[in-house]
Antibody, heavy 119, light 110 residues
Framework: QLQLQESGPGLVRPSETLSLTCTVS??????????WDWFRQPPGKGLEWVGS???????YYTPSLKSRLTISVDTSKNQFSLKLSSVTAADTAVYYC???????????WGQGALVTVSS | QSVLTQPPSVSAAPGQKVTISCSGS????????VSWYQQLPGTAPKLLIY???ERPSGIPDRFSGSKSGTSATLGITGLQTGDEADYYC???????????FGGGTKLTVL
């Protein structure tokens, strides 16, 4: 059974960089036809796609965050990571890592990690 | 404001049926598969329906999905109190080059 687990600091200062890692277990991140995703959900609000990466390194970012966002993959560690620079309070959210098939069927999700941006 | 439009809330009595609509455009729902997710309070979303109308293993047939043109619908029959959750529709938007969500619908089982 595939499992995804987010890890990283729960508190980030404004203007700094938010960094999260997703560790995949029970399967290979190099599986063909699957994309590895980051989503986020601000407190009390709906879900938002942040971006996705394929094991080859191809990336897809939501337009509104593209200038501040970097998603990378480390196939040797079966991990992928998110870096969001110049954060503000508006970036406070539960961040989820996940996997999706080409039809955007998001079949596995991590439990989520709350990241608060505050001084 | 979400790219896909869902009603903010729906409600029905236990045992009854409810439908949740998801409206989009020709560049998203009209051109791509739709999936649906259930999010219970404090938990990660769970895939209910993919490829418009397919259920993953383990999802009861009380849940169904359909798509027509630029709209999609999630149906839930035999409502149970455990179905109380937020429900989201998702698809790819070919013009935006992005995964897009509906704003979510809160289901209350009265």
């Amino acid at each position: 059974q595939l499992q995804l687990q987010e890890s990283g600091p729960g508190l980030v200062r404004p203007s700094e960089t938010l960094s999260l890692t997703c560790t995949v277990s029970g399967g290979s991140i190099s599986s063909t036809n699957y994309y590895w995703d980051w989503f986020r959900q601000p407190p009390g609000k709906g879900l938002e796609w942040v971006g996705s990466i394929y094991y080859s390194g191809s990336t897809y970012y939501t337009p509104s965050l593209k200038s501040r966002l970097t998603i990378s993959v480390d196939t040797s560690k079966n991990q992928f990571s998110l870096k969001l620079s110049s954060v503000t309070a508006a970036d406070t959210a539960v961040y989820y890592c996940a996997r999706h098939a080409p039809s955007v069927a998001i079949d596995y999700w991590g439990q989520g990690a709350l990241v608060t941006v505050s001084s | 404001q979400s790219v896909l439009t869902q009603p903010p809330s729906v409600s029905a009595a236990p045992g009854q049926k409810v439908t949740i609509s998801c409206s989009g455009s020709s560049s998203n729902i009209g051109a791509n598969y739709v999936s649906w997710y259930q999010q219970l309070p404090g938990t990660a979303p769970k895939l209910l329906i993919y490829d418009n109308n397919e259920r993953p293993s383990g999802i009861p047939d009380r849940f169904s999905g359909s798509k027509s043109g630029t709209s999609a619908t999630l149906g839930i029959t035999g409502l149970q109190t455990g179905d109380e959750a937020d429900y989201y529709c998702v698809t790819w938007d070919s013009s935006l080059g992005a995964v897009v969500f509906g704003g979510g619908t809160k289901l209350t089982v009265l």
